[in-house]
């Protein structure tokens, strides 16, 4: 079946570790890739996303992400966490066939002191 | 650019009655214009698309008599929840997106939807 799964619900970081947020789709070609970050109460901000091309993609905020075809991944990371990190981070993708965004379950990160 | 507002941020209203939420692109033309429900700690999940002056298609599950949506312009689509119930209770967002691919969407800050 098709799906995007980002397999931590939950993680915590101490503020200046780097950071690496899992996602892993299941879909027949590779769909077009996002990564979203929520904060509480408020809609959705696009961090980064990839198309083609260059598999590693630089994002806003210092988020970079790499997509992996082989292991069907495009994780999320940032090499230095800062407080105001803290929000739920959302995988989702859009297969090539249609134009329906589907999300993964998100992450929530918790940034400590 | 690509601003995507929602009016209004917060709503509470009573069981029974009727709550029209607005999103609008406030700087460019949205072809496509996407709702999605999103419940407490959870994911967004997917009504409705909506493109200018057809009918929209509502996903699997989702009553499209109680969630009226009216995408009457390039800028402006409306969601409608008739009969509210507490279990309609919801952060409901909306997304645009132009020209002819939808791959990259704009996100409005939500409504937050409380029935009492």
């Known amino acids: 079946a098709q799906s995007v799964t980002q397999p931590d619900i939950h993680i915590t970081v101490s503020e200046g570790a780097s950071l690496e947020l899992r996602c892993n789709y299941s879909y027949g070609a590779t769909p077009y890739l996002f990564w979203y970050v929520q904060s509480p109460g408020q809609g959705l901000q696009l961090l980064l996303k990839y198309f083609s091309g260059d598999t590693l993609v630089q994002g806003i905020k210092g988020f970079e992400a790499e997509f992996k075809r082989s292991q069907s991944s495009f994780n999320l990371r940032k090499p230095s966490v800062h407080w105001s990190d803290a929000a739920e981070y959302f995988c989702a993708v859009v297969p090539p066939d249609n134009n329906d965004m589907r999300f993964g379950a998100g992450t929530r990160l918790t940034v400590k002191p | 650019g690509a601003v995507v507002s929602q009016h209004p941020s917060w709503v509470i209203c009573k069981s029974g009655t009727s709550v029209k939420i607005e999103c609008r692109s406030l700087d460019f033309q949205a072809t496509t214009m996407f709702w999605y429900r999103q419940f407490p700690k959870q994911s967004l999940m997917l009504m409705a698309t909506s493109n200018e002056g057809s009918k929209a298609t509502y996903e699997q599950g989702v009553e499209k008599d109680k969630f009226l949506i009216n995408h009457a312009s390039l800028t402006l689509s409306t969601l409608t929840v008739t009969s509210a119930h507490p279990e309609d209770s919801s952060f409901y967002i909306c997304?645009?997106?132009?020209?002819?691919?939808?791959?990259?969407?704009?996100f409005g800050p939500g409504t937050r939807l409380t029935v009492l």
């Open positions: 997304s645009a997106a132009y020209g002819p691919s939808t791959d990259t969407q704009y």
